[in-house]
């Protein structure tokens, strides 16, 4: 672990502003992948910004019926939220079905958007990967790939974004709020679609988001309660403490129509509106235009019938 | 005490302590955060400095150069060691690669270098200003393409082939039979406690605080390795959290810890951190096993043949996957060969149950399918082979063999009678239910084992021996024989372990520890006994000593009498005089399983364990059982999910932390039953008592495998069983 120097920000603009001042600045909430990452010498900050303090910690309702969540909300007190359970219960489900409890009660909501890959390669710093060390090359690409993306990917990278909240997140429409660092008198804000905001990994995979250099999350919104029955189904080795090989957010209306976002196959939460068209006519069809374009390796080419195959007990399911 | 004849009654069979489910004496220490690790023995060494590992970064090749300048200037650094600074140094009996690498690399994170700061952080950052040039060299990294370069391997008392009656001839001509090939992956220990160690130089004497399973084996090891005289080493490790065959060995952090305090000139602590668990130390080898089975129409086997590749470093050793086939059914024409190839991978070794457990995980789906395609129902067609005799050497009886008693047992308790013989029948709701068993064995080593016993004026029993308690329960069935050979409770006893300054026990290790370490006791015991006789001037023949009183005749002393002018103590070893090669002793059992897989997603979940065990004497119930439901849960991690993946490409393994090498949590548990059945054994010492510790792995991830069939129909040979190994051929969904 490279020696850094540490502040806790006052104030959101205060914190962005701060970042942008130094350019090897991370900010730090519950710790709970940044640390980890930088005892492995994967993540080297220079200085840390201390966020806890700044009261993002509630969970409000908004003016049209939604949600706005905290960038600092737990992700304990975020699955346990009574709103939340009842109106986005997909968010709750999704939560619950992550990390473990110890690591949910430190984890923040902000922080879990921006969790970094499991990618192995990424996790030992002898071996090249594209996303630590632009430019030294992909060692997932013919190494071990069973839990890499089949989708979305680049000759660059084929890393899968781990997190399960933002699956829910992106199948509940949910908006990133930001402050933007600037001098005075306040940071601007602005508001990311959740669709919007990880990027695929193209050439750059060390670029994960669009967020700017010291732009800090303050909240993320949900819309009003989008109805229909929530699932989260989420496939892995193990029953619990495991990433996803797959998983499937869905909401289902009681006409069969429905959104649907798969965790575990693609750089960001992968979702495609107009796969949904499909909905009424079963998983197949949604399948086919959701993972078309698909890459997969010979070790992960499994997860392609195993979404498909998910999704169907999904439905299944939501019919009763 | 020469243990040469069988054992005939002696007070532990009055089994007041011997026998009881104790809790274990060492629970609120560990419960309470008070026990003393290695790692944390700030008593000892207040002023220790911290060591941090680095490993290669490539499997085979030389360091071209080594730039330590950097790691020199940064803050607090009091030393940096390598193989070009640490002067010569020798290699441990027990190693097959150094342990510290440099020039040559042997495997991947292979040490290359120790800093040394005042502090952890420190020490870590300035390890990672190291700069290393390499030259790599092109390394073998995968097992079956090196298949057709392996080896006999074998020792004298286990050689590489072992062949009886005509096997080619009987396979060629039995009516049924099976040929079929099966992997077991590479396996990591992942004990909780990493390796770590303090050490501390006096002058040229050199005290070294461990977690390790042998004490004396690693006194030599390390006195081998620095060039010391064995009395110059005093090893300590007396609380190991876990072990499972990884701390058998002295391993990086040990040596690395001396060579560290050498150079710092004060104590240094090291813990290997978790990446270098994986390819820094030990791991279960992988194997490939071909197995023929030729029956005749009965379900009698006539052909049993089994062979088994695996692979490790140049002077490595087999994992001896064929062992169990030797010894487990009868048929007259029997063919075994173990063949090793050299690999570039870290190093291979003992992992518990080292040999039975990846050879049970082929034979008992091997007998599975034979099963079938006899139409017996597997329970009977393993019966109808159970043999009392060494197949191989049918002269030799087994000393005890329930393994019919066993099997019935378990069938009746789980309600076996219910499966369908035919797979995919049975379904709830989501689920596909299968019902799946395996015999277990596991050879039952005894290993001279020596204790001292010292009585003192307040009647308190201390037993020293430097036997080592991995989790496993040494401490309390060691008090246990203590209190029941010297008539005291168990509240009198004081057990102190894991020193080598104590007599040299058995160690913790391929399921001989329990046996051997309390038989030990038993010796010592024996022997103070006669001492307190002697003191109290009774007649030692008929002397009985039970409620803290010695008594004999009409008289009756308090035992603390015979201590009141002054301690008495009692050193002996058990020693094994051949009873156990002229018989065979080993431990059977029988493993049931319920499964159920999910029809859309093929996710696997263990719904029922049932162990039934026969294991000898068992001393103590409830660590016992513990053992074996530990085993029990490794079994259904070797079945469904561990897996140390190879980069056939860079030589090592990728899965190197304990978030992508997974092992069960909780949630993958379920309900777990333990039956031992009544069973001593006069043989194995004059304890009766053999080891369970490993019986209990071996044959579980068959019978989960078995299990998997019964409910899916797909037949997998390839551990561990994932769900893409099953997608394809599940069920349309909805």
Known sequence: ?320 | MKFDTPATTNPIDRLKIVGLPTDRIDGPLKTTGTAPYAYERHDVAPDAAYGHVLGAAIAKGRIASMDLTAAWAAPGVLAVVTAENAGKLGKGEYNTAKLLGGPEIEHYHQAVALVVAETFEQARHAAELIKVDYAPARGAYDLAASRDSAKPAGKDEEPADSRVGDFDAAFAAAPVQLDATYTTPDQSHAMMEPHASIAAWNGDRLSLWTSNQMIAWSVGDVAKTLGIAKEKVHLMSPYIGGGFGGKLWVRADALLAALGARAAKRPVKVALQRPLMINNTTHRPATIQRIRLGADKDGRLTAIGHDSWSGDLPGGKPETAIMQTRLLYAGANRLTRQRLAELDLPEGNSMRAPGEAAGMMALEIAMDEMAEKLGLDPVEFRIRNDTQVDPEQPERKFSQRQLTECLRTGAERFGWARRKAEPRQVRDGRWLVGLGMAAAYRGSPVIKSGARVRLDGKGTVTVETDMTDIGTGSYTIIAQTAAEMMGVPLDKVVVRLGDSAFPVSSGSGGQFGGNSSTAGVYAACVKLREAVTAKLGLNAADAQFADGQVRSGDRSIALAEAARSGELAAEDAIEFGGLDKKHQLSTFGGHFVEVAVDAATAEVRIRRMLAVCASGRILNPKSARSQVIGAMTMGAGAALMEDLVVDKRHGFFVNHDLASYEVPVHADIPHQEVIFLDETDPMSSPMKAKGVGELGICGVAAAVANAIYNATGVRVRDYPITLDKLLEKMPDVG
């Open chain 1, 1 to 320: 672990m490279k020696p850094f120097t540490y502040e806790r920000a006052a104030s959101p603009a205060e914190a962005a502003t701060a970042a942008a001042r130094q350019p090897g600045a991370r900010f730090i909430a519950g710790g709970t992948n940044l640390l980890d990452l930088m005892k492995l010498q994967i993540e080297t900050p220079d200085h840390l910004i201390d966020v806890n303090g700044l009261g993002l910690d509630r969970i409000e309702e908004t003016q049209d019926g939604g949600l706005r969540i905290g960038a600092l909300v737990r992700n304990t007190d975020l699955a346990a939220d009574a709103r939340v359970r009842r109106d986005h219960a997909v968010l709750s489900r999704a939560l619950l079905a992550g990390a473990s409890g110890q690591l949910r009660n430190r984890a923040t909501t902000a922080g879990n958007l921006l969790q970094r890959t499991r990618c192995p390669y990424f996790y030992d710093t002898n071996m090249a990967c594209n996303k630590r060390r632009p430019g030294s090359g992909c060692s997932a690409l013919g190494g071990y790939s069973r839990q890499l993306a089949v989708v979305g990917g680049s000759e660059a990278c084929i890393a899968t974004h781990p997190s399960d909240m933002a699956v829910a997140m992106r199948v509940l429409d949910a908006t990133v709020e930001t402050v933007k660092p600037t001098v005075k008198p306040e940071g601007a804000t602005r508001k990311i679609p959740i669709a919007d905001f990880h990027r695929l990994p193209g050439d750059t995979p060390e670029i994960e988001t669009v967020l700017e250099p010291g732009e800090l999350i303050t909240a993320v919104t949900l819309p009003k309660p989008a109805g229909g029955t929530h699932h989260y189904r989420k496939v892995r080795d193990r029953a619990s403490y495991a990433f996803a090989l797959v998983s499937v957010a869905a909401i289902v209306q009681p006409d069969g129509s429905g959104r649907v976002a798969l965790g575990g196959v693609a750089p960001k939460p992968w979702r495609r509106e107009d796969a949904e068209a499909e909905m009424s006519r079963g998983a197949k069809p949604v399948m086919a235009k959701l993972l078309a374009g698909a890459r997969p390796t010979e070790e992960n080419k499994f997860k392609l019938p195993l979404a498909e195959r998910a999704l169907a007990a999904v439905l299944a399911e939501a019919k009763g």
